[in-house]
């Protein structure tokens, strides 16, 4: 756990439940990585991971014990998770990679460096909020909370501003054993889909839950939809905006 002093009793905490879509193996994996963030009041938790066994309900197919997106079969399955969120008081961050854009990382570092981009918005909201951040990972191969720790509280970052004192602690566990990270993968997973098939469809099913998107005097982009690195074409990228702007 971080030390954050006696001020940071004052502050409110808030649950961030980080999930992943993607490979990031450069020009072996898929062309997009995206790193998903949500975030909501710590008071709010289990209420609303009720509404993920009230999803599981709804669903038109056969009950899964866990939320996962992949599973999900149909439109009006997929639109009806995505409408839910909509309601729910949550705050949502995406950082979007192009893999094909990336030129002089090698793919194993691919995961650390462009997190950075996503604890530095956190730190952000939860000094907007005067909050503290409860971190809960959903587990990867290699990767160990005291190398994430560690490069969270690196102070030579060069592209980021992560305060570090605005994280609590950090868990990395399996996404199985939390209903909001099979959330998480759902609101991850719905815009991995939306820029692999490139379609209306699959637009409109993601746009659903655009209002939820961290975004400062209306930008999104810098926020809660960022595309990185800044020179990627990302046609995909662009298409979706244009349709979220409509």
Same mark, same amino acid.
């Given at each position: 756990?971080? *030390? ?9 905490? $808030?649950?961030? @439940? ?6 990031? /193996?450069?020009?072996? %994996? ?9 975030? &909501?009041?710590?008071?709010?938790? #289990? ?12 669903? !038109? ?5 866990? #939320? ?17 969120? =909509? ?19 090698? *793919?194993?570092?691919? @995961?650390?460096?462009? *997190?950075?981009?996503? $604890? !530095? ?6 000094? !907007?909020?005067? %909050? ?5 990972? =959903? ?9 994430? #720790?560690? @490069? ?23 996404? /199985? ?11 991850? =997973?719905? #815009? $991995?889909? +939306? ?8 637009? !409109? ?9 961290? *975004? ?6 810098? $926020?809660? &939809? ?5 020179? +990627?074409? +990302? +046609?995909?990228? @662009? ?8």
């Amino acid at each position: 756990m971080i *030390s954050v002093g006696k001020q940071a009793l004052k502050q409110k905490e $808030y649950n961030v @439940y980080i999930d992943e879509s993607g490979d990031e /193996g450069i020009n072996k %994996g898929s062309k997009y990585f995206i790193l998903t963030a949500l975030i &909501l009041n710590k008071d709010k938790d #289990l209420k609303i991971s009720k509404e993920v066994d009230n999803i599981k309900e709804n669903l !038109e197919m056969k009950k899964e014990r866990q #939320l996962h997106w992949v599973d999900i079969k149909g439109y009006p399955n997929k639109g009806m998770i995505m409408s839910t969120v =909509s309601k729910l008081d949550v705050k949502i961050i995406n950082i979007v990679v192009d893999t094909t854009s990336i030129k002089f990382l090698p *793919s194993k570092d691919i @995961y650390f460096f462009f *997190s950075g981009y996503l $604890y !530095e918005r956190i730190c952000w909201l939860m000094k !907007e909020r005067n %909050g503290l951040a409860n971190i809960i990972i =959903s587990s990867r191969s290699n990767l160990s909370k005291e190398k994430l #720790l560690e @490069y969270i509280k690196d102070k030579n970052h060069e592209k980021f501003t992560i305060d570090s004192n605005k994280i609590n602690y950090i868990k990395i566990i399996p996404n /199985g054993d939390k209903k909001l990270l099979q959330l998480t993968d759902s609101c991850c =997973s719905s #815009l $991995y889909q +939306a820029l692999d098939k490139n379609n209306r469809n699959y637009f !409109e099913i993601f746009s659903l839950i655009k209002d939820k998107l961290y *975004s400062k005097k209306k930008n999104t982009v810098s $926020y809660g &939809l960022k595309l990185v690195p800044n020179s +990627a074409e +990302a +046609a995909e990228y @662009y298409n979706l905006l244009k349709y979220l702007d409509k």
